[in-house]
């Protein structure tokens, strides 16, 4: 079955450090990924999205990779905020062409 | 509205009373999705629409489930007989027209079977 997984543990980091996510998928080859930010008590907020055509993609201080050889998409903050601090799920489509498979999530804790 | 609304934004039920959830998508947004999210867990899907109709319903846990959208707008998600398993958050989001697109969330509704 299709599987997505992302680090379950907190990931702590130094305010003005890079942080890295990582998102892993096994058994199916996805045409794209998206990424969202959530906080608690809110709904998901769209960030990214990478095609499996695509290398790399930025957004100001976010950078998303998608290695379709790997299986494995990592998301970066650089120069990280207390403000960044969030929960960050993974999605990736799904042999439909509207039902994505999302990743647990992993909670971010950027320290002052 | 500027994003997707949702009602009630926490609802507390006794064990087998029925429950209704209310999304109110962005204007103009034909695709409309219910997920329900568990702590720890991904989201797990629930429907879809585009439009009114609902093309996929596989989602749904149980025949206990049911979920309506009218005028291509508004959705009411409907749990009968609660159990105490379906406490969970219940995401609503829409998109402009489905596929490959970002999705716009709720807040979402806390739902706690006592």
């Known amino acids: 079955s299709q599987k997505i997984e992302q680090n379950s543990e907190a990931l702590n980091i130094q305010e003005g450090k890079t942080a890295t996510l990582t998102c892993n998928y096994t058994?199916?080859?996805?045409?794209?990924l998206q990424w969202y930010r959530q906080d608690p008590g809110r709904g998901p907020v769209f960030l990214l999205l990478?095609?499996?055509n695509e290398k790399e993609k930025r957004k100001e201080r976010l950078k998303v990779t998608f290695d379709t050889t790997l299986k494995q998409s990592l998301f970066h903050i650089t120069a990280s905020q207390p403000a960044d601090s969030a929960t960050y799920l993974c999605?990736?489509?799904?042999?439909?062409?509207?039902?994505?498979?999302w990743g647990a999530g992993t909670k971010l804790i950027i320290k002052p | 509205g500027a994003g997707v609304s949702q009602s009630p934004s926490n609802k507390v039920t006794e064990k087998g009373k029925d429950v209704e959830l209310r999304c109110d998508p962005i204007s103009g947004h034909t695709a409309l999705y219910w997920y329900r999210q568990s702590l720890g867990q991904g989201l797990e899907f629930l429907i879809y629409?585009?439009?009114?109709?609902?093309?996929?319903k596989s989602g749904l846990p149980s025949d206990r489930f049911s979920a309506e959208r009218t005028g291509g707008s508004v959705s009411t998600l409907t749990i009968q007989r609660t159990q105490q398993e379906d406490s969970a958050v219940y995401l609503c989001a829409s998109s402009r027209h489905g596929g490959d697109e970002k999705l716009f969330f709720g807040s979402g509704t806390q739902l706690s079977v006592l």
């Open positions: 629409f585009q439009g009114n109709s609902a093309p996929d």
């Open positions: 058994n199916y080859s996805p045409a794209y």
């Open positions: 990478i095609r499996e």
């Open positions: 999605a990736l489509d799904s042999d439909s062409n509207y039902q994505l498979i």
